[in-house]
C-alpha cells in the first residue's frame, strides 16, 4: 500500500514536491495500543456537519467544477477520500471527523482534485469519516485492522443514510482512491455484488489499490469507454519504475487505461485529454502512457514543476487528477450510456 501524499495537491511550491522525498526515508511510526477510550466519536450522517460535500453545500472552489444545472443530473456519485493522515509522529490510529485541519485537507486537496472530475455526472456525496492513519496498513495485526474497520463502519453507515434520505432510487457513480477504494471494495461486496442495488450502479472508479480481476463475484471488469455497471482500477507509476519493496506487488492486478478505456497498451499525447494541477489550471497532451503488467506507467507530465516531478518514481498520489479530465469525460460518457440503456 503506498501513501496518498498531499504533494500532488499542495501549494505551487518547489518545496512541496521535495516533501515526498523526505517523508519517503524509513523511519519507525509513533503507535499506542488499539483502544476502545481513543476510539473518536462516531459521526451522525443524519447532520450535514458530518458530510464534507453535499449537493446542497457545495463550496465556491467546487461549484467552479461542477454542473451548472444541477437539479437537471439524473445520477449520483458517492466518493471516499484517500488516506490523509500520513504524520509518523501522530499516534491517533483514527482522525474525529471534527478535526478542522483534517477536513480542511479533504476539501481542498482530495475534493478539489479528485471528486471534482465527476461534479458533472451526477450529485456528489463525500462522507467525513474516521479516517485510519496510513500505519493501519504497514501495522494492519497491530491495531491497524480495527481502525480499518472502524472508518469502514463509517462509510458504510454514510452510504446507507445517503440511500435512505438523499439517493430516492437514483443510479450511482461510487469512487475511490487509495484507502478510499479499500473501503469503496468492501461497500461493493457488501451491499453491491450479486444483490439488488448492483442495478444501479453505473460505475466504480477505484484506483490506487491492488485489485485482482476476480475480486468480486458479479461485478467485472469494464474494458471499454463505454461500458456500465462494472469497475475500473490502476496504480500508477513512473515509466519504468517500479514499487520499491516489491516490484511484483501490482503484477496481475486489474490495470485500466485511464485515457482510451480499453485494452490500448500505449498512449499518445494528443491522446491525453487534461491533468489537472493545483493551480486550478488544466495541462493537456501533458502525457503518454504504457501499461504494464499491474501497473500504469507514465512520462513525466509537461506542466510548471515538471523538473521536480522527475525526482519521483511513485503517481500514486496523481492517479486521478493526472488523468482528470479523461476520467471527467468517461464519467460522462459511462453515465449518459447507463441512463439510455434503462430508460
Sequence with gaps: MKIISN????????SFLLIILITSCKST????????????????????????????KYSEVFKKYASTNLDTLQADVFYVYPTLITDKKDIRWNVPIDDKEQNETILTKAVTMQASAFATSGKVYVPFYRQAHLRSYKLYNEGGKQA???????????????????????PMLLVGHSQ???????????????????????????????IKEDEFKTIKVMNSPNQTSGFIAWNTYKKNKYPKKDKNWYKGSVTTNPITWNLDKKTTLDQHKGFLYTNGKLYKKALKIEITDGLVWSTNPKFPLRFFMSFLNNYHAGDINLFWQDIRENALLRTNTWLKLHK
Design 7 to 14: 504533494t500532488m495537491f499542495g501549494r505551487i511550491t518547489c
Design 29 to 56: 511510526y509513533k503507535t499506542q495500543a488499539f483502544k476502545k477510550e481513543n476510539i473518536p466519536t462516531a459521526p451522525d450522517y443524519t447532520k450535514e456537519k458530518s458530510w464534507a460535500v453535499l449537493p446542497t
Design 148 to 170: 480499518q474497520d472502524l472508518a469502514y463502519s463509517d462509510v458504510k453507515n454514510a452510504f446507507q443514510v445517503y440511500l435512505k434520505k438523499y439517493n430516492n432510487s437514483r
Design 180 to 210: 478510499g477504494t479499500t473501503h469503496i471494495i468492501r461497500l461493493l461486496k457488501e451491499l453491491f455484488d450479486g444483490k439488488p442495488l448492483q442495478k444501479k450502479l453505473i460505475a466504480a472508479y477505484i484506483p490506487g489499490i491492488r
